[in-house]
């Protein structure tokens, strides 16, 4: 059975044999009732509606103004029933909550305060965008000769302009691993960092390292943070996660050692809870579990229900 995790499951059919096609894209561009143009500043996304109910808002395809902002072409990321769905970069733009135009088609907010309250699909296809922008937005230049790139094929790979190079540049994202360390019964270990709110208690987690299988990683992140060992690594989930350029790949793992000791550069705390003690207390004043977007939530709550 297929999980998804928030911040996937955007729905779009991507069409990469479109991404090449500049004729296609330029005339669906101009394609007012097939198209929606979605627009990013600096790290915030446009919506509508209410606090409780926010939604995506669009730019007008008729409209040109937004088009002089432009940092690089709009970026095509794929189709949904009659619509194509193109992400434009407007960071060039000083001040967008209080340009007139703007202003009357929403508020632009960062992706993480919105939470699941944007629903699955736009989660996800927010995601996507921010994903991409923030990739661009550290690759102008060519990784292999330090000459200018410049975005191709829809905005999903960056050319190198130098002739003498043309490295052409894909996105990357980096694997992490995040796990549920249980001890085989009705305890798990969870720790938090000094930057988590108050009294939040999350899954360990760590950045896969170079000649280093998945399972490694859980391990030696295990006990590099926690100073247990396990086994019976499980493979549950993944989740893309752009804050900024991460894909989460989740775990459950038993642990062969109880014994505790928190890294000091890494956690602040690190304990072991029984499971009635997370149910009892999840939301509480002094112990909460992470927020219901993340993957290291639903690792947890796979475990609560056994």
């Known amino acids: 059975m297929m999980r998804l995790n928030f911040y996937a499951g955007s729905g779009l059919d991507?069409?990469?044999?479109?991404?090449?096609?500049?004729?296609?894209?330029?005339?669906?561009?101009?394609?007012?009732?097939?198209?929606?143009?979605?627009?990013?500043?600096?790290?915030?996304?446009?919506?509508t509606g209410t606090e409780d109910a926010p939604r995506p808002a669009y730019l007008p395809v008729t409209a040109d103004w937004w088009g002089w902002h432009?940092?690089?072409?709009?970026?095509?990321?794929?189709?949904?029933?009659?619509?194509?769905?193109?992400a434009v970069d407007l960071s060039s733009l000083e001040d967008v909550d209080s340009h007139p135009e703007l202003a009357q088609l929403g508020r632009f907010v960062e992706l993480r305060s919105l939470g699941t309250r944007i629903g699955q699909q736009a989660g996800g296809l927010y995601a996507y965008v921010r994903a991409l922008m923030l990739w661009h937005g550290k690759h102008k230049f060519c990784g292999s000769c330090g000459a200018p790139t410049v975005a191709a094929e829809g905005g999903h790979s960056r050319r190198c302009t130098n002739p003498d190079c043309a490295a052409q540049h894909f996105p990357r994202h980096d694997p992490a691993v995040i796990m549920l360390v249980h001890d085989g019964g009705d305890r798990c270990l969870l720790g938090r960092q000094?930057?988590?709110?108050?009294?939040?208690?999350?899954?360990?987690?760590?950045?896969?390292?170079?000649?280093?299988?998945?399972?490694?990683?859980?391990?030696?992140?295990?006990?590099?943070?926690?100073?247990?060992?396990?086994?019976?690594?499980?493979?549950?989930?993944?989740?893309?996660?752009?804050?900024?350029?991460?894909?989460?790949?989740?775990?459950?793992?038993?642990?062969?050692?109880?014994?505790?000791?928190?890294?000091?550069?890494?956690l602040e705390d690190v304990r072991w809870f029984s499971r009635d003690f997370v149910l009892q207390n999840q939301n509480g004043e002094n112990f909460r579990l992470p927020p219901f977007d993340s993957i290291s939530r639903q690792l947890i709550d796979a475990w609560l229900r056994g």
């Open 194 to 266: 000094s930057r988590f709110p108050p009294g939040m208690y999350s899954t360990l987690a760590g950045f896969v390292e170079p000649g280093e299988s998945l399972e490694e990683t859980v391990a030696r992140e295990c006990f590099e943070e926690a100073g247990v060992r396990v086994t019976d690594v499980k493979y549950h989930s993944s989740q893309p996660w752009p804050f900024p350029s991460s894909l989460m790949l989740g775990f459950h793992a038993r642990a062969t050692t109880l014994d505790v000791k928190a890294d000091e550069d890494e």
């Open 14 to 47: 991507r069409a990469a044999h479109r991404r090449k096609d500049a004729d296609w894209l330029a005339a669906r561009l101009r394609h007012p009732q097939a198209t929606r143009i979605i627009p990013w500043w600096r790290g915030r996304h446009l919506v």
């Open 70 to 86: 432009l940092s690089m072409p709009p970026v095509y990321l794929g189709d949904e029933d009659e619509f194509s769905y193109f």
